[in-house]
């Protein structure tokens, strides 16, 4: 028995995940759901936005299929009760390291671009993000200085390992499609970065097939939007890579259309969309919600080894959006559930 855990969390995660969930059944009757709370939901039922039951729940299913968590009016709650410190602490406690954020341009969205035509339709590349360290991970706090003033800090670091391991997810990564990875840092300011750097290069060693390059992140920033064909695959830290991505996203037409698979090298792996609970369309059926299917199709890939049901579900999504088949970010008038009849209906 397969067995997927479903945390849809807050705002528009359960109406996208909703969806996702039905396109992996229509793919196999066979697979057993399971639902527990998370994020901001969770808080209001437990008192806490990642319970242990929902943990649990997330070690012992072979995959997650993960929605969105948080809203503003969490905001004020002290750090560990935020909606957010769920999706840190299932990263954190299923050990996934590695996110994988592909981000193309689905032929037919060449208007749905914030940029040129012939500028976006080529845009095919994955960004490999380091997930479980980095700035977000080191101690944080705020204090008093010595004269009284308020202070906030967050410190960056990396160890050796960890970005060897990414590296390698990144390497790897460059060998199954086009052979070229981007490392971007910051290495011309930062010591985590000088480090990163370092350990990229002596990993480059063991793939002489694989041709590296570097990039300082604010070139990658304006690289990203003056020629994204250039780019393969992108390796990076967890801070640099929550941006590119959100920035690729809408090279790629919308936030609403990029997936992401979370990954701990062993074949478990937590499948959520890139983008957040979106208050402000929430409650409304206006959500897109191919990042969240085409997450089920990384699912169906990564920790089921089902790689032909995934182009399958791929396959669907292109196929509609070809059509013309359009949720509102996209231009089009389509409700968050027409778009997943669609899909469905595509898959045959
Ligand atoms: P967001 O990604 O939720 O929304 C940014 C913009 O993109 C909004 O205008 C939203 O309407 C739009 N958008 C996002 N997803 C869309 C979709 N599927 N279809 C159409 N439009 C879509 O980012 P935000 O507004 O900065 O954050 C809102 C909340 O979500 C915050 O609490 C934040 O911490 C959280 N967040 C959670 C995750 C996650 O759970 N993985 C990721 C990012 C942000
Ligand atoms: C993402 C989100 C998260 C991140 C937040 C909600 C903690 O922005 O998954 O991209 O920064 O990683
Ligand atoms: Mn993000």
């Given at each position: 028995m397969t067995l997927i855990a479903v945390l849809s969390g807050d705002g528009i995660g359960p109406e996208v995940t909703a969806q996702a969930r039905r396109v992996l059944e229509a793919v196999d009757a066979g697979l057993q759901f399971e639902e527990a709370p998370v994020g901001g939901a969770a808080y209001l039922e437990t008192?806490?936005?990642?319970p242990p039951q929902t943990l649990d729940l997330a070690k012992r299913a072979d995959a997650v299929l993960f929605g969105a968590v948080g809203d503003p009016?969490?905001?004020?709650?002290a750090r560990a009760f935020r909606p957010e410190a769920a999706i840190l602490g299932l990263r954190k406690e299923l050990g996934l390291f590695a996110n994988l954020r592909p981000a193309k341009l689905f032929p037919g969205l060449e208007d749905a671009s914030t940029l040129k035509r012939e500028v976006a339709e080529a845009i095919d590349l994955i960004i490999v993000r380091e997930l479980?360290?980095?700035?977000?991970?080191?101690e944080k706090g705020q204090r008093r200085t010595e004269d009284g003033r308020r202070q906030g800090y967050d410190v960056m670091s990396y160890g050796e390992d960890e970005v060897r391991r990414i590296a390698r997810i990144g390497f790897e990564t460059a060998r199954t499609r086009g052979g070229k990875l981007c490392s971007v840092d910051k290495a011309n300011v930062l010591e985590t970065s000088q480090l990163w750097r370092d350990v990229v290069n002596e990993v480059a060693g063991d793939y002489p097939d694989v041709a590296l390059s570097h990039l300082y992140v604010d070139n990658a920033a304006m690289q990203l939007v003056r020629?994204?064909?250039?780019?393969d695959v992108i390796v990076t830290g967890n801070l640099f890579g929550d941006i590119l991505s959100d920035q690729a996203s809408m090279c790629a037409?919308?936030?609403?259309?990029l997936p992401s698979a979370a990954l701990n090298g062993d074949g478990k792996g937590m499948y959520e969309?890139?983008?957040?609970?979106?208050p402000d369309i929430a409650?409304?059926?206006?959500?897109?919600p191919c990042a969240a299917i085409l997450s089920a199709a990384m699912l169906l890939r990564h920790s089921l080894a089902r790689g032909e049901d995934a182009g399958r579900v791929e396959q669907a999504v292109a196929r509609v959006l070809a059509d013309g088949a359009r949720t509102p970010d996209l231009g089009g008038e389509l409700s968050t559930e027409a778009m997943g009849d669609r899909v469905v209906n595509a898959l045959g």
């Open positions: 008192g806490l936005p990642l009016k969490f905001d004020a709650l479980t360290g980095d700035v977000y991970f080191g020629d994204p064909g250039q780019f037409g919308s936030i609403g259309m969309p890139i983008h957040g609970s979106a409650g409304r059926g206006k959500a897109n």
